[in-house]
Structures are given as structure tokens and as C-alpha cells.
């Protein structure tokens, strides 16, 4: 609904009539062109300098001359990225899977049971959302310490345990139950159903949208955390993404078409998930967004 | 012993509760308590809980404050810089992006994905993709300044440019989210508006005044809060691009949760550390307090 732009001229004498409007539309995919190559060239540039052979760098050509896949081979071969790709994706599915489970089990049950100390929980649940992760990553490293989250094998949970249940998504599923009728878990009840089987076989499947979005931004908030891996991870064998990219430019810091092969490595694999769900994912951001 | 229906509902929830109640309050409630009572102490990263010394953490902070030359002092004043410089030009150009996309049908999904494409991608490769953008003499941005005759810009080697070029990128990087968000209010705003408005005589700019910008404002405040507390926190960008990550060229674009980072994992002193994150958590407490009573407080259109 282009409100402004449907301005129609036919309540308005406007003397610049059609004219004027074909004029006012080519302004706008004019603007927003020149601020979409803006937004656009970077990745682009990212991706030509990593097929670029060395030499190649300090002359100003858009394409190269001959494209290589060098680069890809020896970042491969050379540094740990297989490794720190296999992080990822563990921790990232990992905490994705758990918070889908929990905030959808967790705001089930906040949403349709009836039980001594529900306002509190959920006040409790959400006045967390008030601490920013900042405050929290010095205790978390203390515990991380203390419990030997910080070594070896544990150090996939100690990345990832942060992020297994949050108020947010919570909050979000509890609002999307409300939709759900009481009526029918009644009637699952009635035929004597599990209060499990109840939300795992009516709750969930009524809320798998809901459920699909919290995956995605959480797989992306996940896959993208950068702070809390690089204090907890304490060997390169587990760094995730991010962590191992920083450390990875440290010992490349003048080998461009290395770093930027290693950038487009971390980031072509998101920006696909992206380009794949980017309907649902703006839809989501809108939807959250402005509930917030 | 047979419970009834009630009992059986109370149980049922306590026990779907159960491992995220234990959740909240060790990874949640704990550490936030924790962090308040490190604060309180001489902790050293691996020596791990020292003694109590009061006030004396917040007090070092105060005199670092003061300090000409402090880290700091910087990373305080930086931080300020960050938000004064990104926030309105966050809000200024997503408003407009998102009025120019209101506009137009044709590709509006392929500019949406285009803008946001950046919100999605990891900070760490955005800081590297712009590091080699404003590379001096092969960068991309040096080659197109050379072409247009403009003089060549030092950008981030440069403590009078660096920390304006930071703020771009974080500019860059997230003003898709905000676009977004924009477009999701404006397009909440009654088509009658606008056709009463018209029959009133009003056009261009005026709707824009007396319509689109007061009913968008509840929007502007949300906006204006998210994009504050996430310049307050910027981190990863500002590690990756300043040299050894340190918050350089000399101290000029360090922020406080840079040296949070420092204190507490290269000085090891946490109890210093731990007091700048209460600092933190405390202006943006405050933030969000006043954004609430702006957003409670009632419009008259």
C-alpha cells in the first residue's frame, strides 16, 4: 500500500501530472539504487579479490584477469577452517535445537497452565533481558573455570550454553499459544492424552511457524556470536567461525586475497540461508520487531 | 493417592519448568548477581574471588575518568562519539530508504535483501571486507577517490578518521534491521489519513510532517533506543579494525566494552572489569526506562 505514492492526481490538481509521477519514480529507483550498490559492492568486492591471484591486488581491474581458486585451496588446506566450520555448525545446531524445544515447551506452559508462581516465573524469565550479555561474559568465564567448560570437548557446551533457552523467544512463543484454543487440548485430554503428547503432538504443530523463525535468527545469532566464543574457546581446535576468522588475519595481516577468501568463506554460507528464507526472515524481523 | 485434575496440572507445569528454571537461575540470575559482587572485589582472572575493597573499583574508574590520557576516558568518550555520530545517521538514512522502498513495487524483495543482507553477515568478516576497502593506495575506496580526483583519506589508520569510519560500517551493517522495521510501521499507517490530508489541500512534505512522522514517532523511539544500546556495545567491528585490535590508532576508537574485554582477559583484573560492565548496565537501564515512558506517554494526533 504505497500510501505517498498513489497520490493519483485526481483529487489534487497536480500540474505536473504523469509526467511528473514517472519522473518522481525514476528519482526513487534511482536513490535506491545508488544505496543498494552501496550495500551490494562490499560483498562483491569481497568475492572478486578472493579468485584473484596475489600480484593481481595492486592493480585496479573489477574482474580478475585470471581467476583462481588458489586461494580457496590453500585457506582449506592451511589454516583449521574445516574444523572451525564443523564448530559452527555443531554449536549452531546445537543451541538452535534446544532453543526451539525449550522456549516452545517453556511458553506452553506459561501460556496454558495454571499453577502457583506463573507471574513470577515469567516476570523473572523476562526482567533477564534487562542484563546485557556484557555483564554476564566475566561470572560466565569464573564458571566456565571453575567447571572446566573451558577444555577440551567441553568447550562446545561452554560456547554454546549461553544461548539453550531464551526470554525472548519465550516470550515470543508464549504470545503465539495464545492463539491456540484451550478447547482443543481439552479435548486431548478427554481422550486421555500426555500433557507431553499434548504439546508435542497438537501445541508445536499449530506453532511450527513461529517456531521456524525463532530457528532462523537463532541459528544466525549463533552462528554470527563472536564475544563469548572468543573468551571461552581456549584451543584454536575449537574456535568457532568468527573466532578462528580474527585469529586467522592476525597471521595474514597483509595477504588480502587470503583474508578475504577466509571472509567469504564465514559468510557465504549465511548470506545463502539468507537469500533461501529472506521472506520469512524480514517477515520475522517486522513481525518481532515491532512487538518488541 | 489420587490427585485431582489441579494438582495434576500443577505438577505437569512444574515439570516442563523444570530444566529452564535451573537454566535462568545459574546462567541467568547468578552470574548477573556474580558480576555485582566481583565488582566488589580485587579478582584477579585465574587467581579467581579476592577480597572485598568496596567502592574501590568504581572509584578507580572515576579517577580514570579524569585522566587525560586514560584508556578509559577514551573508550568512555569514544563510545559517546560511536552513538552520537551513528545513531542519527542510522535513523535519518533508514527513514528514508524505507520511505523511497514505501514508494516503489517493481524489485522492492531485491532492494529489501540487498539492504539487509548485511545484518546477517558475521562482524567480524564485514570489519575485514571494509579494512580492505580502506586499504591506503590498493584499497577500493582509494582507487574510486583517485578516480574522482579526491584526495586520498587515511580512514581508519588515522586517529582523526578512524572512529567516524567505524561508526559508517556499523552504519552499514545494520541499517537493513532498521529499515525493515520502518517500513513495517509506515505501513501501518491508515490510507485515510493521507486521503483526508489531500482533500484538506496538504501534499509532499506537509503529509510527511503532520502525518507520516508523528505516527511513525512510537517506531522512532523503539529505533532510536535499539540502535543507542547497540552502539553502547559495539565490540567486534572496533577489535577487528583497529591494529592488534587494541581500539588504535592511539586509543581513538576503543569503546567501553573493548576495554571490559581488555581488563578483564589481558590485564586479568576483573574486579575493574566486572565494575565497567555494571556501569554499562546501568546506562542502558537507564535508556530503556526513559524509552517506556516516552512510549507510554499519549499523542494527540
Not at chain 2, 485434575?5 to 548477573?32: D, E, G, K, T
Not at chain 2, 572485589?41 to 568496596?54: E, L, S
Not at chain 2, 572509584?59 to 580514570?64: L, T
Request: proline share 5%; charged share 10%.
Amino acid at each position: 500500500m504505497s500510501t505517498l505514492a498513489s497520490s493519483g492526481g485526481t483529487l489534487t490538481a497536480s500540474g505536473s501530472g504523469r509526467l511528473g509521477r514517472w519522473g518522481i519514480q525514476g528519482v526513487t529507483y534511482a536513490l535506491l539504487s545508488v544505496g543498494a550498490l552501496m550495500m551490494v559492492t562490499p560483498f562483491l568486492w569481497m568475492l572478486i579479490t578472493s579468485f584473484k591471484p596475489a600480484p593481481e591486488l595492486v592493480e585496479f581491474a573489477w574482474l580478475p584477469k585470471s581467476p583462481t581458486l588458489a586461494n580457496y585451496e590453500r585457506v582449506l588446506t592451511t589454516s583449521n577452517f574445516t574444523r572451525w566450520y564443523f564448530n559452527s555448525i555443531v554449536v549452531a545446531l546445537f543451541s538452535t535445537t534446544c532453543v526451539v524445544l525449550f522456549d516452545s515447551l517453556v511458553g506452553y506452559t506459561l501460556c496454558k497452565f495454571e499453577f502457583p508462581g506463573k507471574n513470577l516465573i515469567f516476570l523473572g524469565m523476562l526482567a533477564t533481558l534487562m542484563v546485557p550479555t556484557e555483564m554476564l561474559i566475566i561470572p560466565w568465564f569464573d564458571m566456565s573455570v571453575r567447571w572446566s567448560w573451558n577444555t577440551g570437548l567441553a568447550q562446545y557446551w561452554g560456547i554454546a550454553f549461553p544461548g539453550v533457552i531464551t526470554a525472548a523467544g519465550v516470550f515470543l512463543m508464549r504470545q503465539f499459544f495464545n492463539g491456540v484454543p484451550n478447547d482443543l487440548l481439552d479435548a486431548a485430554r478427554m481422550d486421555g492424552m500426555s500433557e507431553f503428547g499434548i504439546w508435542a503432538k497438537i501445541g508445536v504443530p499449530l506453532t511450527l511457524a513461529a517456531m521456524a523463525a525463532l530457528a532462523i535468527f537463532n541459528f544466525i545469532g549463533n552462528w554470527n556470536a563472536y564475544l563469548w566464543p572468543l573468551i571461552v574457546a581456549s584451543e584454536r581446535a575449537y574456535y568457532t567461525l568468527p573466532v578462528g576468522l580474527s585469529f586467522f588475519r592476525g597471521e595474514s595481516t597483509t595477504e588480502w586475497e587470503k583474508i578475504m577468501t577466509a571472509a567469504s568463506l564465514a559468510s557465504l554460507p549465511l548470506l545463502c540461508v539468507f537469500l533461501v528464507f529472506q521472506r520469512y526472515i524480514i517477515a520475522g524481523v517486522a513481525l518481532t520487531g515491532l512487538k518488541g | 493417592m489420587r490427585l485431582t485434575l489441579r494438582q495434576r496440572q500443577v505438577l505437569w507445569a512444574y515439570a516442563f519448568l523444570s530444566i529452564a528454571l535451573v537454566f535462568f537461575v545459574i546462567i541467568r540470575w547468578y552470574p548477573a548477581l556474580l558480576s555485582f559482587n566481583i565488582a566488589f572485589r580485587d579478582w584477579n582472572t585465574f587467581k579467581g574471588a579476592g577480597p572485598w575493597v568496596g567502592l574501590e573499583n568504581y572509584a578507580a574508574i572515576w579517577d580514570d575518568l579524569w585522566k587525560p590520557r586514560s584508556d578509559v576516558r577514551a573508550a568512555f568518550t569514544n563510545t559517546l562519539g560511536y552513538v552520537l555520530y551513528g545513531v542519527p545517521a542510522q535513523m535519518v538514512l533508514a527513514l528514508a530508504v524505507a520511505l523511497l522502498l514505501d514508494r516503489i513495487r517493481v524489485l522492492s524483495t531485491l532492494f529489501r535483501v540487498a539492504y539487509f543482507a548485511p545484518y546477517v553477515t558475521s562482524a567480524v568478516a564485514v570489519a575485514f571486507v571494509w579494512n580492505w576497502l580502506y586499504l591506503p593506495q590498493t584499497g577500493l575506496l582509494a582507487q574510486v577517490f583517485d578516480l574522482l580526483r579526491i584526495p586520498e583519506q587515511p580512514f581508519t589508520k588515522s586517529p582523526d578518521q578512524a572512529l567516524a569510519s567505524i561508526a559508517a560500517v556499523a552504519v552499514w551493517q545494520t541499517l537493513g534491521y532498521s529499515v525493515i522495521i520502518y517500513l513495517a510501521g509506515i505501513k501501518q499507517i491508515p490510507a485515510t489519513y493521507y486521503e483526508a490530508a489531500r482533500i484538506d489541500g496538504a501534499a509532499g512534505a506537509r503529509l510527511f510532517q503532520h502525518i507520516t512522522l508523528p505516527l511513525l514517532n512510537p517506531v522512532i523511539v523503539y529505533l532510536t533506543v535499539l540502535s543507542t544500546i547497540s552502539f553502547l556495545r559495539l565490540f567486534a567491528l572496533v577489535q577487528n579494525m583497529s591494529p592488534q585490535g587494541t581500539g588504535g590508532p592511539l586509543k581513538s576508537t576503543t569503546t567501553v566494552v573493548l576495554e571490559v574485554y581488555r581488563k578483564g582477559f589481558s590485564s586479568y583484573d576483573m574486579g575493574y572489569a566486572a565494575a565497567l560492565t555494571v556501569v554499562l548496565f546501568f546506562v542502558i537501564l537507564l535508556i530503556t526506562v526513559v524509552q517506556l515512558r516516552f512510549l507510554t506517554r499519549r499523542f494527540e494526533y
